[in-house]
């Protein structure tokens, strides 16, 4: 039996990992604090507990109790506390989509070494919104990316939103942090690697150019929103690639850009 618990005031303090969630600078300092993350809706909050992490509450709508009971058992003695969905506003700070939520404690992320065994890897730098950190790594999951690695700056990809648009697939593809950028990139060229940066420079190679080099490993590199990546990353990467335009249109979004390479270059 999951240990049901009905909560009718905002500010009880069971509900702490759930306040606020649209405040991003709150959150990150709170989350980082109890290493936790928060799975919206109950496919994401399924995905979660498939991929092994462990929850610490669950905050559903009474509707979401019956659906979930298989997710829940597994955790007896988890709090699942039951609410109805306009306190579930209240406390979250938004309406918060079918009312169901889950708090979940984070892993440590892999070590460099553990990532470096595939065929390609993808590289997001400084990319600092969300959504795309979160639509890169379904598109990573989706066209059998081998790993992810996120430079200092990059967004987070276990907050609430980037979760939510990976619909869970952040939990599927291993990842981690970069402490030495781009310095990092000799790494991965020590383990056979030919780095490639994502550029509309006047050097760059085309994709189907990269694509017709059969190289055996590739890291591919992505920008941030805007200027994309710096020259100093540049400089140090083998090769710098472009996807043609047409219509006079000059660059993608960085998440399609990086859904384009990733089928692209696909074994």
């Excluded at 604090?33 to 507990?49: C, M, Q, T, W, Y």
């Excluded at 979940?104 to 470096?116: H, I, N, S, V």
Aim: glycine share 6%; charged share 25%.
């Amino acid at each position: 039996m999951s240990l049901l618990i009905t909560i009718e005031d905002a500010a009880d303090e069971r509900l702490a990992d759930y306040v606020q969630l649209r405040e991003v600078n709150l959150r990150r300092l709170l989350e980082e604090e109890h290493g936790l993350f928060i799975a919206e809706g109950d496919k994401v909050i399924r995905r979660a507990a498939e991929a092994g992490y462990e929850p610490r509450s669950f905050m559903l709508a009474p509707r979401w109790l019956d659906s979930l009971a298989d997710v829940l058992e597994r955790w007896p003695t988890t709090p699942v506390y039951v609410v109805t969905e306009e306190l579930a506003e209240q406390v979250t700070g938004f309406h918060v989509h079918r009312g169901a939520l889950a708090s979940y404690r984070r892993r440590p992320p892999a070590g460099l070494d553990e990532l470096l065994g595939g065929r390609r890897i993808a590289i997001f730098d400084d990319i600092v919104d969300h959504t795309n950190v979160g639509a890169g790594f379904r598109a990573a999951a989706a066209m059998g990316v081998d790993a992810v690695l996120l430079t200092p700056t990059c967004a987070d990809p276990f907050y609430r939103r980037s979760i939510k648009v990976s619909m869970g697939t952040v939990f599927q593809v291993p990842w981690t942090r970069l402490t030495a950028w781009p310095d990092s990139l000799q790494v991965l060229k020590d383990h056979g690697f030919i780095t490639a940066a994502l550029a509309l420079t006047d050097n760059s190679i085309t994709l189907d150019d990269l694509t017709a080099r059969h190289d055996e490993k590739l890291a591919l590199i992505f920008g941030t929103e805007g200027h994309g990546l710096k020259p100093h990353v540049l400089d140090q990467a083998d090769l710098t690639v472009k996807i043609p335009m047409a219509a006079g249109v000059d660059s993608l979004n960085v998440a399609s850009a990086a859904a384009v390479t990733f089928y692209a270059t696909r074994p």
